[in-house]
């Protein structure tokens, strides 16, 4: 193996005839470190016409103990994929530009393909003038391929999200439409000319079409979250959205004798997504009343708080609250007989709620106690 003295990110891994205690001990420092890192150095010496590889960047490469690095034989290490950039790369490095900072896939001289992390930067002298290159490699191959593998796993994930939606939607247009002429179907009966076992048995067909309807309407509006959240987000003003569900709700309000209190003083204007913040302020608001205590009128208390940089809109109320048991998650299913709520459409109201959150990268979580009310806490 040629050597160039003084050349190479790890040159001073290359002994000198005569080392220092001091020169022998950082050799062996930084040797352990290059090791552990799977790092090696190399360079290329202009004037000399020499290439050199330390010991670490031979183990990498996999090269024979009399293995004679070239310039002419070093695109052999690099896959043929990136071919391209390395010669544009070193075309730019030997003319002195900036150095190169990238991940290349490489081969070894056994032929196995490994990813490295790999820096690059021009030697100039004193005159400025370019006399050679010197760089380290980084063998990055298990991370690499754990980070191709995850990326393989979004992308077979997403193309299932995809196809569910799809099938989803398909299915909830079509029922729709069969939904819809029960209905009209059972308008143009009369139900004074049936027998009355009949119109029981009548009444019973209206309210199984009125409930698939409803189920029908429920799967087109969890359909339509994922389009939506791909929306502009917007700036909204806290406090105007929330008089906007105020006056949605009012005829509740007015009578549950409900209180309502905000202060979004800290954080007043939001980008998002306006029709989602809508829905959860409505939905939150109705709930706290729905849910209210027998022993005290409805309070619902909504504000938005800054921590570290990262938002928090939190609506609370003093109703009967939920027994949760540690298990939070089961206030957000569709349909649950476990809360206190028995009202199924709030369960979806919450369900959908939460989707919205999630839909565009936020959490929700909620703390209850039975007796002193629920804290909604969405991380914006």
């Known amino acids: 193996m040629s050597k160039s003295p003084n050349t190479g990110f790890f040159s001073f891994l290359s002994k000198s005839e005569v080392e220092s205690p001091k020169e022998k001990q950082d050799s062996f420092y930084y040797e352990q470190v290059a090791k552990v890192a799977e790092a090696g150095g190399w360079s290329i010496n202009f004037i000399e016409k020499k290439t050199w590889f330390d010991k670490q960047l031979q183990d990498i490469l996999e090269t024979p103990e009399n293995y004679r690095p070239s310039l002419k034989h070093g695109?052999?290490?690099?896959?043929?994929?990136?071919?391209?950039?390395?010669?544009?790369?070193?075309?730019?490095?030997?003319?002195?530009?900036?150095?190169?900072?990238?991940?290349?896939?490489?081969?070894?001289?056994?032929?196995?393909?490994?990813?490295?992390?790999?820096?690059?930067?021009?030697?100039?002298?004193?005159?400025?003038?370019?006399?050679?290159?010197?760089?380290?490699?980084?063998?990055?191959?298990?991370?690499?391929?754990?980070?191709?593998?995850?990326?393989?796993?979004?992308?077979?994930?997403?193309?299932?999200?995809?196809?569910?939606?799809?099938?989803?939607?398909?299915?909830?247009?079509?029922?729709?439409?069969?939904?819809?002429?029960?209905?009209?179907?059972?308008?143009?009966?009369?139900?004074n000319k049936l027998?009355?076992?009949?119109?029981?048995?009548?009444?019973?067909?209206?309210?199984?079409?009125?409930?698939?309807?409803?189920?029908?309407?429920?799967?087109?509006?969890?359909?339509?979250?994922?389009?939506?959240?791909?929306?502009?987000?917007?700036?909204?003003?806290?406090?105007?959205?929330?008089?906007?569900?105020?006056?949605?709700?009012?005829?509740?309000?007015?009578?549950?004798?409900?209180?309502?209190?905000s202060d979004f003083s800290e954080t007043p204007v939001i980008k998002y997504n306006p029709e989602f913040l809508h829905n959860i302020f409505c939905t939150l608001i109705k709930n706290g009343i729905l849910n209210k205590s027998p022993d005290r009128k409805p309070e619902i208390k909504a504000y938005c708080l800054e921590n570290k940089k990262k938002l928090s809109l939190i609506i609370e109320d003093n109703g009967k609250g939920y027994d949760l048991q540690g298990n939070t998650d089961k206030i957000f299913q569709m349909s649950s007989n476990e809360t206190s709520n028995s009202d199924t459409s709030q369960n979806v109201g919450l369900f959908i709620v939460k989707n919205e959150v999630e839909a565009l990268g936020g959490k929700i979580d909620v703390t209850s106690k039975p007796g002193y009310g629920t804290k909604f806490i969405i991380m914006l």
Not at 75 to 84: A, S, V
Not at 128 to 136: L, P, W
Not at 210 to 232: H, Y
Request: proline share 3%; with cysteine.
């Open 195 to 261: 027998p009355q076992d009949q119109k029981e048995l009548f009444a019973n067909y209206k309210e199984i079409a009125a409930s698939l309807n409803r189920t029908v309407s429920r799967l087109k509006e969890v359909v339509s979250i994922q389009n939506k959240a791909a929306d502009p987000l917007v700036s909204i003003s806290l406090e105007e959205a929330f008089d906007r569900s105020k006056e949605e709700l009012r005829p509740l309000i007015e009578l549950e004798e409900a209180y309502l209190y």
């Open 75 to 191: 695109l052999h290490f690099f896959d043929m994929e990136f071919h391209g950039l390395v010669i544009k790369t070193f075309q730019q490095l030997g003319e002195g530009e900036a150095e190169f900072d990238g991940i290349l896939k490489m081969v070894t001289y056994t032929n196995k393909p490994f990813w490295a992390h790999c820096i690059a930067k021009p030697i100039k002298n004193s005159r400025g003038r370019v006399t050679g290159i010197k760089g380290i490699m980084i063998n990055i191959n298990e991370k690499k391929e754990r980070e191709l593998m995850l990326q393989k796993s979004i992308e077979v994930v997403e193309a299932n999200n995809s196809r569910l939606f799809t099938f989803a939607n398909y299915v909830s247009h079509n029922i729709k439409s069969h939904v819809n002429n029960l209905e009209l179907t059972s308008q143009l009966v009369d139900t």
